[in-house]
């Protein structure tokens, strides 16, 4: 079954839902709300510190929404029981999603460039991969799905 990539072009108000990536779940606190100022600021810490950055945003039941912020590239990732929801805040990159994963990049896949405003939902077992960071900061939440 192909997987295709959806933007949208709709606010997000609130969500919930979220686990992150990788073998070892982080604990976060539950967390429900962060104004516009607090995202700003996070945006900001993340630049004074000259690096890759993550930082909760919200969490509930260790469904944490987080502020991911790059400015190196990172390998290529694949969630194969997650969905992802992006939001980019600021900044710009190259997403490339499809494809096949090869030792943390993808070969094939179809790239496109987003930057602030655009929206991208990436469905699980899809091999997705942020390059190019221009002073990306992006919201991301990992969805929960059965598995394929």
């Not at 496109?112 to 002073?135: C, E, M, V």
């Amino acid at each position: 079954m192909k997987q295709s990539l959806r933007f949208a072009g709709l606010g997000i108000a609130l969500v919930l839902g979220a686990t992150l990536p990788g073998a070892a779940q982080t604990q976060h606190p539950v967390k429900h709300f962060s104004s516009g100022a607090d995202v700003a600021a996070m945006i900001a810490e993340a630049k004074a510190s000259g690096g890759n950055k993550n930082i909760l945003i919200a969490n509930d039941d260790g469904y944490p929404v987080m502020m991911e912020f790059r400015v190196k590239q990172t390998n290529a990732s694949n969630h194969p029981t997650q969905s992802e929801l992006v939001e980019v805040l600021e900044g710009s990159c190259v997403l490339i999603t499809g494809g096949k994963l090869v030792n943390g990049t993808i070969e094939g896949g179809t790239s496109r460039p987003i930057a602030k405003g655009d929206y991208a939902l990436i469905p699980s077992n899809t091999p997705h991969w942020f390059t190019n960071p221009q002073g990306l900061a992006l919201m991301t939440i990992h969805m929960p799905v059965p598995a394929k």
